[in-house]
């Protein structure tokens, strides 16, 4: 069974400082990962898809990395506006498509 | 990307009633899904809605407790039937595109009273 883990499940930062969220990720074959940005009361954004180990992505303060069994999101000094809960998701090669889900992680960015 | 919207954005209910919830794309696609997520906890997948065929459930859902339309490649419906307490959740639809991702409406937040 395909399965998301991410951790921590809450982080708190301050401004400018960097880190990094972690989705763990047990899957039979990987289509791809996908993350997440989810504001409160709004549907999940699209941030990036990585297909293969060894992938990157950037978009702005956040940058995505892909290995055989997990997936970090850093994220370089943050802002404020970048506080929301940040999902992971996989798409498994015989899912026919169906994302799964970690629970998330809820950063908050103190000015 | 697509931009999905979703009627009604949020009501209140009562158990035992029943609510359709629509979901709406600008462009035509295949594949829509619709997801639940219920308080603190992350997004689940009901099922997946093509058109012109009937609805994937996923385990844990019937179709008699939610019931899909998709009658064209813009349009869906989701309705929460004989509903619970337990039904209240945020009820999202998505669609795919391009290379397998998916994009979200705003969601419809589900209380059942």
């Known amino acids: 069974e395909d399965q998301v883990t991410q951790s921590p499940e809450a982080l708190r930062l301050q401004e400018g400082e960097s880190s990094s969220l972690n989705c763990s990720y047990t899957v039979s074959g990987l289509r791809g990962l996908f993350w997440y940005r989810q504001d409160p009361g709004k549907g999940p954004e699209f941030l990036f898809t990585l297909y293969s180990a060894g992938e990157e992505k950037e978009k702005e303060r956040l940058k995505a990395t892909l290995t055989k069994k997990e997936s970090f999101l850093h994220i370089t000094a943050p802002k404020p506006e970048d506080s929301a809960t940040y999902l992971c998701?996989?798409?498994?090669?015989?899912?026919?498509?169906?994302?799964?889900f970690g629970s998330g992680t809820q950063l908050t960015v103190l000015p | 990307s697509a931009v999905i919207s979703q009627k009604p954005s949020r009501d209140i209910c009562q158990r035992g009633t029943s609510l359709t919830i629509q979901c709406q794309v600008d462009?035509?696609?295949?594949?829509m899904f619709w997801y639940r997520q219920q308080p603190g906890q992350s997004l689940t997948l009901i099922a997946t809605a093509n058109q012109g065929s009937e609805a994937t459930y996923e385990s844990g859902f019937v179709i008699d407790k939610f019931p899909i339309s998709r009658p064209n490649l813009t349009f869906s419906t989701l309705t929460v039937s004989n509903m619970s307490p337990e039904d209240s959740s945020i009820y999202l639809c998505?669609?795919?595109?391009?290379?397998?991702?998916?994009?979200f409406g705003p969601g419809t937040r589900l209380t059942v009273t």
């Open positions: 998701a996989i798409i498994s090669s015989g899912s026919a498509r169906q994302l799964t």
């Open positions: 462009s035509q696609v295949t594949m």
């Open positions: 998505s669609v795919e595109e391009g290379s397998g991702e998916q994009y």
